[in-house]
């Protein structure tokens, strides 16, 4: 045991120091006696945390006691860990801060995991404090204890076991720094109960040294001069922006880039609104939902720059036949990621912003000095036929023949109403494609969705956060009917704690995504995938909204959208929940489908791949 430490305080000693609860005002370094659950909580206000997400329990009971007192961190009491998850997710990216969340040991600890694993892929920085039995108990099975360490372990960028409450301001400003630099993500700190309990002292700031994390930020001068030779040099080159470039606050540098080399972009699921919709090189999302012009501008280019992607599954189609004639420019914060699933002709790593500037230089630079080459940086025919194929193959959708609401003018209907001001959150299937595709984005952090884990049930406490994270925003989540279910409960923390979101259900009575894969590819045997099975609603969600203290709406016609969500716009004293009673067998389209070349991607059905009626 630590010098630092003394025996356990009973309850009343603890009860006396949370109403004696020293101040982080004090002077820098000044040390102070706490208990370890005190030290939790001024650490947390020290680096500037100012909304928890969680639920009590036992076993992180003790850091609840000294919460109350703090005038500096909001706690809102959500209805499940997931939800406290999904929130700290959403508020961590329509910010860019850090998001947090806090539960208790075993089922509470391990409710949190999907949304870890959520962030861990999308790269969000988010700090999840879970309680654990006490350290005397650790490894003997006892009541709800978890090796939550050793279950993330996988799924984190970094995670604790915390057992000495000396540690504790020293661990959380750790996990804070790990969280937000380098390549953003998750971090676990596990605190023993007893840790909470025992008598300690606090000061500030921690000192803290982590050998062997040193992210690179500045790209090396070599690889950029190499990589504005490439661009000079080709003739069909296209940017392709991924989510890092989000993470890295790096939109404004990309748009000057951009409008500077006048080189088409393709901004990927996570990438959507880094270049305005409304930009004329903007050929939309790349992908098994891409568009037309995105994804064989990708294909036909000569080089390709990837800013902050990784060349996902999702993007590419079958990897052997993506983009086959492009040299490839792939810029990274993660050296991991270059290389990984597409060798890179020119590797660079470092913050995306960062490899933006030194890139904007270079160009600028290098056009100075003039080329021996007349057509470097000449791209008008490749611009002319990209923009051709933009104009021939644009997103759109076939009305049903029985005049079913179409959920793809609901979804564009939501993004024009509301605006490029919004916040729009998906869940994960057609809802989520169809609002990546048919919402216009104009700024970064206007989209939020899960993208590469596909959490279903995402939507409602990613918006609930978002909107705590900027309450001045209209913030939409907009659900498919299965993913509503899974964490609707949520509504009920956003009706208690004044937190007015807008929630549209898109519901087609089914599990979208996956009938539209057994209609493609399973001769249309719909196993399991109706949630709808009689002419009652179960539930009905206009009833469900207004159980949950929310304003509840159905609109069924055309004609009724507008004024449905115009309703929303202005009703801002609680949830709104609308449930958009849509078309059942509306598919999204475009599609790639699953393992095959990119170069097969269909606008409908029944029709040919794109390129044997174009060339």
């Known amino acids: 045991m630590s010098d630092t430490t003394k025996q356990a305080p009973s309850p009343a000693d603890v009860a006396s120091m949370a109403r004696t609860r020293p101040s982080t005002q004090a002077a820098p370094g000044q040390v102070v006696e706490v208990t370890g659950a005190q030290s939790l909580v001024l650490a947390l206000e020290a680096v500037g945390v100012d909304t928890v997400f969680g639920i009590p329990g036992g076993a992180i009971l003790p850091a609840y006691d000294p919460m109350l007192d703090s005038t500096k961190v909001r706690h809102i009491l959500v209805r499940h860990e997931q939800g406290a998850g999904h929130a700290a997710e959403g508020y961590a990216s329509a910010t860019g801060k850090v998001g947090v969340c806090m539960v208790t040991s075993g089922p509470g600890a391990t409710n949190l995991v999907t949304p870890i694993a959520d962030a861990h892929m999308d790269s969000v920085p988010i700090v999840a404090i879970t309680g654990q039995v006490p350290s005397a108990a650790i490894g003997s099975d006892a009541f709800q204890e978890a090796d939550i360490r050793g279950i993330t372990m996988p799924v984190t960028k970094h995670n604790y076991l915390v057992t000495d409450p000396a540690k504790i301001p020293q661990i959380i400003a750790e996990a804070f720094h790990i969280a937000r630099t380098g390549r953003p993500g998750p971090v676990l700190v596990d605190i023993s109960k007893d840790a909470l309990q025992a008598t300690t002292t606090f000061s500030w700031p921690p000192k803290f040294d982590l050998p062997g994390y040193h992210p690179v930020t500045h790209p090396h001068g070599k690889q950029i001069r190499e990589a504005a030779r490439l661009m000079a040099a080709a003739e069909r080159p296209i940017f392709y922006v991924g989510g890092g470039v989000v993470r890295g606050h790096a939109s404004e540098q990309l748009r ?360």
């Open 256 to 615: 000057r880039l951009v409008d500077l080399t006048q080189i088409p972009v393709v901004t990927t699921l996570m990438a959507r609104g880094t270049v305005p919709d409304s930009h004329p090189l903007n050929l939309g999302m790349p992908g098994m939902h891409g568009t037309v012009a995105a994804v064989t501008g990708l294909q036909k280019s000569d080089l390709i720059i990837a800013l902050g992607a990784r060349f996902d599954d999702r993007v590419t189609g079958q990897l052997s036949s993506f983009a086959p004639h492009a040299k490839v420019i792939h810029a990274d914060i993660d050296p991991a990621e270059i290389g990984k699933n597409r060798v890179a002709d020119v590797p660079i790593v470092g913050d995306a912003g960062e490899v933006i500037t030194d890139l904007i230089h270079q160009v600028e630079a290098d056009r100075r000095a003039g080329s021996d080459d007349p057509g470097a940086w000449d791209y008008a025919a490749w611009r002319q036929r990209v923009t051709g194929w933009k104009q021939t193959f644009p997103l759109g959708w076939t009305e049903s023949e029985d005049g079913a609401l179409s959920p793809q003018y609901v979804i564009q209907r939501i993004g024009a109403l509301t605006g490029p001001e919004g916040t729009y959150v998906a869940g994960v299937g057609q809802h989520q494609m169809w609002a990546a595709q048919f919402v216009r984005y104009e700024r970064p952090n206007a989209w939020l969705n899960s993208g590469g884990l596909g959490t279903m049930g995402y939507a409602v406490p990613a918006a609930m956060g978002a909107k705590v994270a900027e309450p001045d925003r209209t913030v939409w989540a907009i659900d498919g009917d299965g993913c509503f279910q899974m964490t609707n409960q949520e509504l009920a923390t956003c009706a208690i704690n004044d937190i007015p979101i807008k929630v549209a259900i898109i519901n087609n009575s089914s599990l979208g995504m996956v009938r539209q894969w057994q209609t493609l590819f399973y001769g249309e045997r719909y196993s399991n995938t109706d949630l709808q099975t009689t002419s009652e609603r179960i539930p009905d969600f206009v009833k469900l909204a207004e159980a949950y203290g929310c304003l509840g709406l159905r609109v069924e016609k055309a004609e009724d959208v507008d004024a449905a969500i115009t309703q929303a716009l202005e009703t801002n004293d609680r949830p709104v929940v609308i449930d958009f009673i849509v078309h059942r067998d509306a598919m999204v389209w475009p599609m790639v489908p699953a393992g095959v070349s990119n170069d097969m991607i269909r606008n409908a059905r029944d029709e040919a791949p794109v390129w044997e009626r174009e060339e």
